[in-house]
T-cell receptor, first 116, second 112 residues
Framework: GAVVSQHPSRVICKSGTSVKIECRSL??????MFWYRQFPKQSLMLMAT?????????EQGVEKDKFLINHASLTLSTLTVTSAHPEDSSFYIC????????????FGAGTRLSVL | AQSVTQLGSHVSVSEGALVLLRCNYS??????LFWYVQYPNQGLQLLLK??????LVKGINGFEAEFKKSETSFHLTKPSAHMSDAAEYFC??????????FGSGTQLTVLP
């Protein structure tokens, strides 16, 4: 099946710093990538939908200036958590899909962000 | 609008016993339905999907699910649980198989 690589798998940073998370589709072109946030023992909450070459669409309640998303190519999307604070600590997961009927989302392995 | 309800946040079964994880959905359009499995500190792995073909869908690792429109259900089953099946399971619904809405998840524990 298709492979989505997410990097880093774990990051610890100081409060006030910015962190970039990369999501790459390794063997297919992803017209759309999704970014999710998952709190402990909870489900995935969609943060934003990212289409190649256009601005991301953010879900209600997600600060677009806080969570910067760039989808510059068909194989790479990045999520930058700007001026991170302890409440931003969470598990972030990306997924990628192609623009065709019946295509499914392929998920990355996730990034555990801990803000001190 | 779409929504998913997973009944039972925790399910425990003995090794070798039947696994039944429940999922009910709500969708204003014919749904695409999915079951994903998540192991600790990992992303989601697709178990199976329903996309309006056969109502009984077979997936990986011996899992299967049956789409029942009259009951708006898509329950996940496996005849005989294995220790390696212990994980978190998520049911998801998508109107176009692109944007997904996830259920709250069910933690499956397999007892020796």
């Amino acid at each position: 099946g298709a492979v989505v690589s997410q990097h880093p798998s774990r990051v610890i940073c100081k409060s006030g710093t910015s962190v970039k998370i990369e999501c790459r589709s390794l063997d297919f072109q992803a017209t759309t990538m999704f970014w999710y946030r998952q709190f402990p023992k909870q489900s995935l909450m969609l943060m934003a939908t990212s289409n190649e070459g256009s601005k991301a669409t953010y879900e209600q309640g997600v600060e677009k200036d806080k969570f910067l998303i760039n989808h510059a190519s068909l194989t790479l999307s990045t999520l930058t958590v700007t001026s991170a604070h302890p409440e931003d600590s969470s598990f972030y997961i990306c997924s990628a899909t192609q623009d065709r009927p019946g295509s499914i989302q392929y998920f990355g392995a996730g990034t555990r962000l801990s803000v001190l | 609008a779409q929504s998913v309800t997973q009944l039972g946040s925790h399910v425990s079964v003995s090794e070798g016993a039947l696994v039944l994880l429940r999922c009910n959905y709500s969708s204003s359009v014919p749904p695409y339905l999915f079951w994903y499995v998540q192991y600790p500190n990992q992303g989601l792995q697709l178990l199976l999907k329903y996309t309006s073909a056969a109502t009984l869908v077979k997936g990986i690792n011996g899992f299967e699910a049956e789409f029942k429109k009259s009951e708006t259900s898509f329950h996940l089953t496996k005849p005989s649980a294995h220790m390696s099946d212990a994980a978190e399971y998520f049911c998801a619904v998508g109107g176009s198989a692109r944007q997904l809405t996830f259920g709250s998840g069910t933690q499956l524990t397999v007892l020796p």
